[in-house]
Nanobody, 119 residues
Framework: QVQLVESGGGSVQTGGSLRLSCAAS?????MGWFRQAPGKEREGVAS???????DYADSVKGRFTISRDDARNAVYLQMNSLKPEDTAMYYC????????????????WGQGTRVTVSS
């Protein structure tokens, strides 16, 4: 089992920045960030796997950066130039063998942290 705990959500205005953090109870091959806005399906935002290889959703490329600290079993999401459409619950997720932005590729999920971007 892997436990994931997110932190760092909050409320910002358009153009602002936030940094999300996720602490895992053990090392996993890949970790990622997903989000779910009200009334919408959960979607992949960014993922990072062994070797530091990253994947990003087109909607966040150039604005969000995912990174990980394997010594701390942690993953981070730096979010810049935030837009109202980034408003959602953000979830940290991990997989022992899979990677990428597909929701069904993740075995372990955190409880989520809310991000609200106002115009």
């Amino acid at each position: 089992q892997v436990q994931l705990v997110e932190s760092g959500g909050g409320s910002v205005q358009t153009g602002g920045s936030l940094r999300l953090s996720c602490a895992a109870s053990r090392y996993t091959y890949s970790m990622g960030w997903f989000r779910q806005a009200p009334g919408k399906e959960r979607e992949g935002v960014a993922s990072i796997r062994g070797g530091g290889i990253t994947d990003y959703a087109d909607s966040v490329k150039g604005r969000f950066t995912i990174s990980r600290d394997d010594a701390r079993n942690a993953v981070y999401l730096q979010m810049n130039s935030l837009k109202p459409e980034d408003t959602a619950m953000y979830y940290c997720a991990a997989s022992l063998s899979c990677y990428g932005l597909r929701v069904d590729y993740r075995e372990y999920w955190g409880q989520g942290t809310r991000v609200t971007v106002s115009s």
